[in-house]
């Protein structure tokens, strides 16, 4: 049976904004979320088996950590996020229109999932830009964080004009939404909500857009030349839709699982992207595995077989979110890391890269109050029960009164976003995209403005402060 309360999410202070009561028999759009992510999962498993071996992996992992680490455990129970971390996961999509891109913004939003952050990923050679669809409010993360990492293809870069002309045409053909798919979106919209029948049929209805399909939409000719204007263009233009192309469960130990990889049968990536191993965990690490050679069949007069690889797998280990101060400091230990080693695919300088990686990143402090000393990220504010005494907030969390946790970093890295793309295209796989952010003709295409992200997280940080100085009686 449906929960009748139905939990909305304040965008700026992630409190809970109101509770408003729908006819009993609506389900929230927090419980269509996790009920869409536990299909899309079980689908993956099937398409992928090796995401089902991960998915045990990072079980096990996760598991040992919390036994070994008992303040790890207390803080997450403390601060409620014992419980998301086994069911949490991202995925992603390509899309390849603007209407396709304003239509999953409206499927998203019936469950509960709203764009956060504009990623341009032409400056890393890739010809897409992108946003994440995500939970924004905090009992929406703790009741379900599944995220899908969104990207749009953009067919302006490509260079030949007749290819670009042929890739639009091919596209503008297709429809990626089932029709009773986007009867139910429809029908959510007017009613505000789905009714429980309505919903288990729109989870159905919705997790086909995002199914492989073997039979490609274009001849084995034309997905080739595809393929070389890149294979990014290929994976979006020859299907018949937006195949998921990764899931990625959460780990509380990302050396662990990337280290037992191999021993499970999976192929790592060379090196974990993002920021190296610390005691305060930074925004975002993750590693991949290679994608799959799938099977496909080309339509011609006589039908073609071949293969395409797009699909893999990727864990994630996630920490605090940095302020814009914060990160403009790891963007710089990044860039320096980078203009010193850039980590080959074949894994040939990882341990270098590696060390050079941690050296670097020396330069950003390693304690929790150093990192708020010097305002590099984000936390929540939280009285813990103690009895005030007078003084300001700095006084009270001094003497235990209130406590500050990091705030998780619940977004992507756009570097990071690169090297997983890449990492399944190889070295020869690099090509140079002239830089070109178009974060207003994205916004156009959605039919909407993205949330930003450091706006959200200053806003979350600001209402826990304000809400645990009222608990006290303070103003
Ligand atoms: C998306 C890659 C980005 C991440 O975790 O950074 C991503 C893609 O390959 O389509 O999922
Ligand atoms: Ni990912």
Request: proline share 6%; with cysteine.
């Amino acid at each position: 049976m449906g929960n009748p309360i139905r939990y909305l999410d304040d965008y700026s202070n992630h409190q809970l904004a109101g509770l408003m009561s729908t006819s009993l028999s609506q389900l929230s759009p927090d419980q269509i979320r996790a009920r869409f992510s536990a299909a899309m999962s079980a689908m993956y498993r099937d398409e992928v088996p090796a995401y089902g071996t991960l998915l045990s992996l990072v079980a096990d992992v996760n598991g040992e950590v919390l036994a070994r680490d008992a303040g790890l455990a207390a803080d997450l129970a403390a601060t409620d996020q014992l419980q998301r971390i086994s069911e949490e996961r991202h995925g992603a999509i390509r899309l390849g229109t603007a209407a396709e891109l304003a239509t999953m913004r409206r499927l998203f939003a019936v469950m509960g999932m709203y764009p956060v952050g504009y990623y341009d990923l032409s400056e890393a050679g890739v010809p897409v830009h992108s946003t994440a669809f995500r939970p924004v409010g905090e009992a929406a993360l703790r009741h379900n964080p599944f995220r899908v990492f969104t990207s749009l293809l953009r067919l302006d870069l490509i260079a030949d004009p007749m290819l670009r002309a042929k890739a639009a045409e091919i596209l503008a053909r297709r429809t990626i939404f089932t029709p009773a798919c986007l009867g139910l979106i429809g029908k959510a919209e007017a009613e505000g909500g789905l009714s429980e029948p309505d919903a288990e049929r729109f989870v159905a209805e919705a997790t086909k857009t995002f199914r492989w399909h073997p039979d490609a939409l274009v001849s084995a000719e034309l997905y080739h030349r595809l393929h070389g204007a890149h294979r990014l263009v290929a994976d979006v233009v020859s299907f018949k839709g937006p195949h998921i192309n990764h899931l990625t469960p959460r780990t509380l130990d990302i050396d662990a699982v990337q280290q037992r990889m191999p021993a499970a049968g999976i192929t790592p990536k060379a090196v974990i992207e993002g920021p190296p191993r610390r005691n305060c965990p930074i925004l975002l690490r993750q590693t991949s595995f290679k994608a799959l050679q799938e099977a496909v069949t080309f339509p011609g007069e006589t039908a073609v077989s071949g293969s395409h690889t797009a699909r893999f797998g990727e864990i994630e280990a996630r920490g605090i979110a940095l302020t814009p101060k914060g990160r403009a400091l790891y963007d710089r230990l990044l860039d320096e890391v980078r203009a010193r080693i850039v980590p080959a695919a074949d894994g040939s300088n990882a341990a270098e890269y590696v060390a050079v990686l941690e050296e670097v990143f020396t330069a950003f402090p390693d304690s929790w109050e150093d990192i708020r000393a010097e305002g590099l990220g984000y936390f929540e504010w939280s009285a813990t029960g103690k009895p005030a005494i007078p003084g300001d907030a700095e006084a009270l969390l001094a003497a235990g009164v209130l406590r500050c946790d990091p705030i998780v970093y619940e977004d992507f890295l756009p570097v990071s976003a690169a090297g997983i793309f890449q990492s399944n295209l190889g070295d020869s796989g690099i090509q140079e995209f002239v830089a070109s952010p178009n974060q207003q003709m994205f916004e156009a295409d959605l039919g909407a403005a993205v949330l930003d992200e450091f706006a959200h997280y200053a806003g979350i940080e600001a209402a826990s402060l304000q809400v645990s100085l009222k608990a006290l009686g303070r103003a």
